[in-house]
T-cell receptor
Framework: GAVVSQHPSRVICKSGTSVKIECRSL??????MFWYRQFPKQSLMLMAT?????????EQGVEKDKFLINHASLTLSTLTVTSAHPEDSSFYIC?????????????FGPGTRLTVT | QQQVKQSPQSLIVQKGGISIINCAYENTAFDYFPWYQQFPGKGPALLIA?????SEKKEGRFTISFNKSAKQFSLHIMDSQPGDSATYFCAASGANNLFFGTGTRLTVIP
């Protein structure tokens, strides 16, 4: 149980275009989903927290107009990287929690490798 | 500011040996301490987790030791195997967010 999927697993796009990444909880309803970014050989950096039906909460330094997050249902959250640039190339990982409140047990997706050329 | 400090950065262990990774935290409000295992190109997978009301938790070859007074916790991998070679992240959670350590790249030599 507690499986999270991401699509696509890899994407290459040209500079200036936008790309959408989907995150789905397959066998549970996720009240909260998180989006992380990970550079090579580094730890995960939290970008934003999204709750179903409400606006995402972005971490300091993350441009909300560039990284659009939509959490339309309890099983789907999307991250859209708008006007992508080469410096946006990274490994993007989502996670989802089973419940709300108290300690968080986060289950992670397999990640999406974004390369902007 | 790094909420969770992790060491060592890298670790090489012989097959059959014990791998030990240490983490420390400052925020006493943290109440959930998971460990994640990550293989290259994959997302982190929850390995084992502990709450502060216990001092040790064991699942198979993996054991978490937790010292609340010292605000430290560690992961012990017994009988380490080449398949355990991966990056391990400790984390600590408060009410809303999960804070990750910087990661330890473990290599188990056959």
């Amino acid at each position: 149980g507690a499986v999270v999927s991401q699509h696509p697993s890899r994407v290459i796009c040209k500079s200036g275009t936008s790309v959408k990444i989907e995150c789905r909880s397959l066998d549970f309803q996720a009240t909260t989903m998180f989006w992380y970014r990970q550079f090579p050989k580094q730890s995960l950096m939290l970008m934003a927290t999204s709750n179903e039906g409400s606006k995402a909460t972005y971490e300091q330094g993350v441009e909300k107009d560039k990284f659009l997050i939509n959490h339309a249902s309890l099983t789907l959250s999307t991250l859209t990287v708008t006007s992508a640039h080469p410096e946006d190339s990274s490994f993007y990982i989502c996670s989802a929690t089973l419940g709300s409140g108290g300690p968080l047990e986060q289950y992670f997706g397999p990640g999406t490798r974004l390369t902007v050329t | 500011q790094q909420q969770v400090k992790q060491s060592p950065q890298s670790l090489i262990v012989q097959k059959g040996g014990i791998s030990i990774i240490n983490c420390a935290y400052e925020n006493t409000a943290f109440d959930y301490f998971p460990w994640y295992q990550q293989f290259p190109g994959k997302g982190p997978a929850l390995l084992i987790a502990i709450r502060p009301d216990v001092s040790e938790k064991k699942e198979g070859r993996f054991t978490i030791s937790f010292n609340k007074s010292a605000k430290q916790f560690s992961l012990h991998i017994m009988d380490s195997q080449p398949g355990d070679s991966a990056t391990y992240f400790c984390a600590a959670s408060g009410a809303n967010n999960l804070f990750f350590g910087t990661g330890t790249r473990l290599t188990v030599i056959p």
